[in-house]
């Protein structure tokens, strides 16, 4: 099994970026609990970070027969790119979406996702931990289809 791990725009700033909102951890050690994680379930991941949609667009078209599931933290792109969304909902791959921080507490603007209604479910708030729950949650609904 692999799962395609995608960080969207300003993640790659985590560590320094607003630590009241987003913590401490980079996206170095984000990455590193992630693939432990991984490598603990017996899947294998690959991790990619990019500040541009065309970039994260041309990722997504790229997982269709080499993934067999994505996981997201689309970043401020969850509320403005129907292009992300569409791409997803184009390659047809289960898809986890992610948030460091509880995006539906914060800014009006932000409570809004394109992504979510496409995506096995959204997992928001728990800085570090919603990407290991979201892993956890792509990887199970892939192993019981196979």
Known sequence: MKILVLHGPNLN???????????KLTLTEINSAVTSLADELGVEVETF??????CLIDKIHSAAGSFDGILINPAAYTHTSVAIRDALAAVA???????LSNIHSREEFRAKSFVAPIALGQISGFGLE?????????????????
């Open 49 to 54: 970070q990019s500040n541009s949609e065309g």
């Open 13 to 23: 700033l985590l560590g320094t970026r607003e630590p009241g909102v987003y913590g």
């Open 130 to 146: 919603s990407y290991l729950l979201g892993l956890r949650a792509v990887f199970n609904h892939i192993k019981k289809g196979l």
């Open 93 to 99: 791959l289960p898809t986890v979406e992610v948030h």
